[in-house]
């Protein structure tokens, strides 16, 4: 099988090689096709996967190409791996300053930060979605690109059911459940429902047996684990749920927004800089071989460490866990998902997918985030109870910006993109919706078609 990876210069690209390198099963990926716009970044990545694969001493690696042709890319993929960032690093930390100055949260996919990168991206995925069904209408793509809900949902307009997004996420958190209960993360079903970054976990089922109860009833068991201890036992026994990390965003706003405004630098600004550092380090001619990978490792650990810090300080929860490090996250999600599709070996997944008839609250377009039953006709939402009320109002008012953004990327309505921060239930006045939108019409050439 041939696989495509846009954002092939992606700082987690090694994370879906690794997998690849991993994957023994007759039928496995034998080419990647990297893209990217940065021939640096391009060339840098592509140092890193040729020491993964001398590493692996697998004699039948994934061949590796590189490219910056769009076009070429897609032409005979059978999979398309969507992982862009339009904007690049800096255009996140933008996002982030100029949300933080109006005193509201400029977080990557939540809030104003969110609704900017969405304005920005989402005419890309569409031209992305155009050419793929044109150059390779057999293709499923999988997308990885923030916001991903939103952007699953603009490429499902060309693409129907062949594209599905994916977030680590939910994973990450279901296995910490599990391990928790005593059971094996493949044993267990995980009742998740939502949308991307905005879900809950209500139940989780090993041997046909919703064991939630039981840890929600053990305070100390509750405050062992990363989202335990974000949100505290108190708030999970309210809530009679576990809600993704995400959520710690809505739920102590303003705690966030005030650790982010007293930070030294911003998520996004010390990203920029920590990747900036390794693409020079990775790039750099004349390196032995190895090097590249292990400054791509020392890099990641780094990174890893520091995730959501904010959040933690407001929680008072200090450094994360070790177990809360382990790799295990989307790669192997995505290349699950790509082995179901491709051999129908059916598998169990918590993915984006259009709603169907799933949630009632939201229309049959709808990009929801819930357990997906999948073979080799795609990804199948599974029934969910309703939600409950307050998560029906966050869920119906995230979706709503959703569509306001996806309205002005087709429109180029400047009315239309003040609604979709306005009605973001993070932005609190129309008139700040306003002085964002100016703010980032002025610091991002992505977003001069806004009229």
């Known amino acids: 099988m041939r696989l495509t990876i846009l954002g092939g210069g992606g700082f987690r690209v090694p994370l879906v090689y690794g997998a690849l390198l991993a994957d023994r099963a007759e039928g496995r990926v034998s080419h990647v096709t990297l893209y990217d716009e940065d021939p640096d970044r391009l060339a840098a990545m592509a140092r890193v996967l040729a020491d993964q694969a001398a590493a692996s001493g697998a004699a039948d690696a994934p061949a590796v190409t590189a490219t910056g042709d769009l076009d070429e890319a897609l032409r005979g993929a059978d999979f398309v791996f969507s992982a862009i960032r339009v904007g690049g690093l800096e255009g996140r930390a933008a996002d982030e300053r100029i949300a933080l100055a109006e005193g509201v949260l400029g977080q990557e996919t939540v809030g104003a930060g969110g609704v900017a990168y969405g304005l920005r991206t989402v005419p890309v995925a569409r031209e992305i979605a155009r050419r793929t069904a044109r150059l390779a209408p057999d293709a499923w793509v999988i997308n990885f690109t923030n916001p991903a809900g939103v952007v699953t949902e603009a490429?499902?307009?060309?693409?129907?059911?062949?594209?599905?997004?994916?977030?680590?996420?939910?994973?990450?958190?279901?296995?910490?459940?599990?391990?928790?209960?005593?059971?094996?993360?493949?044993?267990?079903?995980?009742?998740?429902?939502?949308?991307?970054?905005?879900?809950?976990?209500?139940?989780?089922?090993?041997?046909?047996?919703?064991?939630?109860?039981?840890?929600?009833?053990?305070?100390?068991?509750?405050?062992?684990?990363?989202?335990?201890?974000?949100?505290?036992?108190?708030?999970?026994?309210?809530?009679?749920?576990?809600?993704?990390?995400?959520?710690?965003?809505?739920?102590?706003?303003?705690?966030?927004?005030?650790?982010?405004?007293?930070?030294?630098?911003?998520?996004?600004?010390?990203?920029?800089?920590?990747?900036?550092?390794?693409?020079?380090?990775?790039?750099?001619?004349?390196?032995?071989?190895?090097?590249?990978?292990?400054?791509?490792?020392?890099?990641?650990?780094?990174?890893?460490?520091?995730?959501?810090?904010?959040?933690?300080?407001?929680?008072?929860?200090?450094?994360?866990?070790?177990?809360?490090?382990?790799?295990?996250?989307?790669?192997?999600?995505?290349?699950?998902?790509?082995?179901?599709?491709?051999?129908d070996e059916r598998a169990t997944l918590i993915l984006n997918v259009r709603n169907g008839t799933t949630l009632s609250v939201l229309d049959p377009e709808a990009v929801i985030e819930v357990p997906c039953l999948v073979d080799a006709n795609g990804a199948h939402p599974v029934s969910v109870a309703p939600l409950p009320l307050h998560a029906v109002g966050l869920v119906t008012s995230v979706k709503a910006a959703e569509r306001a953004v996806l309205a002005a990327a087709a429109s180029g309505s400047r009315a239309d993109a003040v609604k979709a921060f306005a009605l973001h239930p993070l932005v609190d006045s129309v008139a700040v919706a306003r002085r964002l939108l100016d703010g980032y019409a002025a610091e991002h050439p992505g977003l001069a078609y806004l009229r």
């Not at 307009?157 to 209960?181: K, M, N, Q, Y």
């Not at 102590?252 to 911003?266: G, H, I, L, P």
């Not at 990775?282 to 959040?311: C, F, H, I, K, V």
């Open 155 to 343: 490429m499902a307009e060309e693409l129907g059911d062949r594209v599905i997004g994916i977030c680590d996420s939910p994973v990450g958190l279901g296995r910490r459940i599990a391990r928790l209960l005593g059971a094996r993360p493949g044993e267990a079903w995980i009742d998740y429902v939502g949308l991307n970054h905005l879900g809950w976990v209500r139940g989780l089922r090993i041997g046909g047996r919703d064991e939630l109860p039981r840890l929600l009833a053990d305070p100390e068991a509750l405050e062992s684990f990363e989202e335990g201890r974000l949100f505290g036992a108190d708030w999970l026994r309210s809530l009679g749920a576990i809600p993704n990390e995400y959520l710690h965003y809505y739920y102590f706003n303003r705690d966030t927004v005030r650790a982010y405004q007293e930070a030294k630098q911003t998520r996004g600004a010390f990203l920029r800089d920590q990747q900036r550092g390794f693409y020079a380090e990775a790039g750099r001619p004349g390196q032995p071989a190895g090097e590249a990978l292990a400054a791509w490792d020392r890099t990641r650990a780094e990174r890893e460490a520091t995730y959501m810090s904010e959040n933690r300080e407001v929680a008072g929860v200090g450094e994360r866990e070790e177990s809360d490090l382990e790799s295990g996250g989307y790669e192997k999600v995505a290349l699950a998902l790509m082995r179901a599709i491709a051999r």
